[in-house]
């Protein structure tokens, strides 16, 4: 049961608690991993770049920050004792989800396991989400890890109501 466990890591704070769930699982199951990063070209493109410099720099500098995200990912791995591969995609005209499906497929995958900001509403439809497109075409079932909020992300205490800041008083007869 849950023998190969693939899980998509950017770097961010999120996919490595994904990750760090992953690495749990597997040492219960005595399963394995394999790390992949997908360059998400798009993610960066602005427009005003040229073809040119976009290929020649931008593009090999994604790649070297994924295999050193990816290098980071197998220490972690190797430090729990758990065994893991890596892969590096370039999403070139695919999405995200579509390069993990069919790693998936390929790698014959038991689980996905994917860390997820959780954003809702305007948030997640300006900014999409990746870790849903993977759960709504996952051949494999997939664990979603809720990202533990940091000091930064904690919400605002609630702003009282006018009638709630009044100081209040007591008329004794």
């Known amino acids: 049961m849950y023998e190969r466990i693939l899980v998509p890591i950017d770097g961010s704070n999120t996919s490595l608690q994904g990750l760090d769930e992953a ?23 602005t427009g005003y770049e040229s073809a040119a410099v976009y290929m020649s720099d931008l593009l090999p500098y994604m ?6 995200i990816l290098r ?42 994917i860390g997820t900001h959780g954003r809702h509403g305007l948030g997640r439809v300006l900014l999409g989400s990746d870790a849903e497109q993977i759960l709504r075409v996952a051949p494999v079932p997939v664990l979603l890890v809720r990202s533990k909020p940091v000091a930064s992300d904690k919400k605002a205490e609630p702003v009282p109501a006018a009638a709630d800041a009044l100081p209040r008083v007591s008329i004794a007869a």
């Open 23 to 45: 690495l749990r699982l597997a040492s219960l199951t005595h399963g394995r991993l394999l790390l992949v990063h997908i360059v998400d070209q798009l993610k960066y493109l």
């Open 63 to 68: 790649q070297e920050a994924g295999e050193q």
């Open 72 to 113: 980071q990912g197998l220490e972690r791995a190797q430090g729990a004792g758990i065994s893991a591969e890596t892969l590096v995609f370039t999403a070139l005209t695919e999405r995200v989800a579509d390069v993990v499906v069919r790693q998936a497929n390929a790698w014959k995958a038991d689980l996905i396991v």
